[in-house]
């Protein structure tokens, strides 16, 4: 048996269930390993999600090691692993700073800014939102997710009529959510033809969903999908 640690050893530790060994043996082996043997290792642990671990031993590395080019991402993908623990938490401020570190050191992994945009939004802190988004959108512009976020931010920030075609090409590339906030921002402005036509197209390609989403809004007051209360399609969906 050699001193020094193998990444096969840690990949049988942290299949096994044995979490604390295999990570006083990654610690070990980080100190001096090459770039592709410390991808390796992180991979092992990323793909076992196990991220707080996972990033102490890469702040440990770079203490010693600034990182590889090749490194940034496998850094970043940590961080963001580990941002996500702290959102199931709650601890969205842990969160953010764990994010922001991972779009410092990985500036291209548009994934991790739509994390951050999905953040920003969620704390209304729109402006901030749109800074990210429009980074997302000049690089894809038919980013599904990035334009939910922008008609979401746009909708919740006073102007509907903005919100209406990044939730309409959000809603035709499958996602059932940006066809409930396209139906909420036309009825907003009046324009009911469309959002009939929505709404059918959204209980023809997601019943169940549809049926979610049209119960828990008309059992909010004030909301704008009241005025489709007595729409065919609606009565019919839900009994």
């Known amino acids: 048996m050699t001193d020094q640690p193998t990444v096969e050893q840690i990949r049988a530790d942290l299949a096994a269930g044995e979490g604390p060994h295999a990570v006083r043996l990654a610690r070990k082996l980080a100190e001096s390993c090459d770039v592709d043997t410390m991808l390796e290792l992180s991979s092992a642990f990323a793909e076992h999600a196990v991220y707080a671990p996972l990033v102490d031993i890469w702040r440990r590395r770079i203490d010693k090691h600034p990182l590889h080019e090749r490194e940034h991402a496998a850094f970043a993908n940590a961080l963001n692993g580990l941002a996500e623990e702290h959102l199931a938490e709650r601890r969205e401020t842990e969160a953010m700073e764990l994010l922001s570190e991972a779009i410092d050191v990985a500036p291209r992994l548009d994934y991790i800014r739509r994390n951050i945009a999905s953040m920003l939004v969620h704390k209304g802190d729109y402006d901030q939102a749109f800074i990210e988004l429009d980074t997302l959108l000049t690089k894809s512009p038919n980013d599904p997710q990035a334009n939910l976020l922008l008609g979401i931010a746009r909708y919740q920030s006073g102007d509907p009529a903005l919100a209406v075609d990044p939730l309409r090409l959000a809603f035709r590339a499958g996602f059932p959510d940006a066809g409930m906030w396209l139906l909420k921002s036309l009825c907003l402005e009046g324009r009911h033809e469309d959002a009939g036509k929505a709404l ?40």
Do not use: C, F
């Open 200 to 239: 059918e197209r959204l209980i023809e390609d997601h019943a169940d969903r549809a049926a979610t989403l049209l119960e828990l809004e008309l059992n909010e007051p004030g909301s704008p999908i009241q005025s489709l209360r007595d729409h065919p399609a609606v009565v019919k969906l839900l009994g």
